[in-house]
């Protein structure tokens, strides 16, 4: 009798030890405490970087339903949920997530929550706070060996990039993201990649990575190479140079298409990517000496 009630209470401890490595609690980018009894099955993104970084785990298919602007996975054809700020919330109950990746910013965290739906609030803004997510990624989908591979393969990326070129030894470089001018200073995920190449951005730290500027510090900075994150949208080097004064700036201008704005733009996987066209953009004429 007494050895049958230490054999439930082991298989009893053995099953609440199991069920309990099944569980994870990370916390994301709000502070928030997001807990999973187990590992999801249908997740939901609402954001293109998350979903790139789920296809870069080996986890695509577990989506179930994706915002407007990510791509699809695979062969599959996902349900489009609308943007990431102001998404379907009907259609994304219908198909019953386990968990749904969400912004920080769009409040839509707190929207699906109040339903009862299991939320990530959360996007990178930063090339560090982009690998500290690959961790937390893996530790929620159950894929913490293939965000370790893939932050290694990051690393590496960003260590032979860094070696081709002296650190802030390649040209001024001012990125614009609209012509009011809206631009990537320092501390953005942008800048990031700019300083991995060697190039100097020419908005100081003071101002923040996402700062508001005047025409006339765009003048008084006379960038060497300027990225125009606004050319799929109609901003030309013809329509940059003829706003008052901007004729007299030497720079060169590159007008960024929009799969080079996305990986520019996106904290995720296309890193790599990112790179190597950033390099090439910078260097057009050669590493100086």
């Known amino acids: 009798m007494q050895r049958s009630i230490l ?16 569980s994870v609690t990370v916390t994301d980018f709000l502070d928030r405490e997001v807990f999973l009894a187990d590992p999801p099955m249908q997740v939901v993104s ?14 695509g298919e577990l989506l179930v339903g994706i915002d407007e602007d990510s791509p699809q996975p ?5 349900p489009r ?4 700020f102001t998404p379907n919330v009907e259609l994304i ?3 019953e997530p386990d968990l749904v990746l969400v912004d920080q910013f769009s409040g839509v965290h707190g929207q699906l929550q109040e339903l009862g739906v299991t939320v990530f609030a959360g996007t990178p803004g930063t090339i560090p706070e982009m690998l500290a997510f690959n961790v937390t990624a893996g530790e929620l989908l159950d894929r913490r060996a293939e965000a370790a591979e893939l932050n290694a393969s990051l690393e590496q990326k960003m260590s032979e990039m860094a070696a081709r070129v002296e650190a802030g ?11 009011t001018p809206f631009a990537a200073g320092q501390g953005s995920y942008i800048d990031g990649l700019i300083s991995i190449v060697g190039g100097r951005n020419v908005v100081p730290a003071e101002l923040g990575p996402w700062p508001m500027l005047s025409h006339e510090f765009v003048l008084e900075a006379d960038p060497e190479v300027i990225l125009l994150l606004g050319a799929p949208y109609g901003e030309t080097e013809q329509t940059f140079r003829s706003r008052p004064g901007y004729s007299g700036l030497n720079g060169r201008v590159i007008e960024v298409d929009e799969h080079s704005g996305d990986l520019l733009s996106r ?7 990112a790179l190597d066209w950033l390099f090439s953009v910078l260097y057009a004429d050669g590493v100086p000496d």
């Open 7 to 22: 054999t439930l209470l082991t298989s009893l401890l053995l099953f609440a030890g199991s069920a309990l490595a099944q």
């Open 46 to 59: 609402l954001m293109p970087s998350h979903t790139e970084t789920l296809i870069a785990l080996g986890a």
């Open 74 to 78: 695979g062969n599959r054809e996902l």
């Open 81 to 84: 949920l609308g943007s990431g």
């Open 93 to 95: 109950l219908e198909l």
């Open 169 to 179: 030894s390649g040209p001024q470089v001012y990125v614009e993201l609209d012509p």
């Open 267 to 273: 904290p995720g996987p296309g890193l790599p990517e």
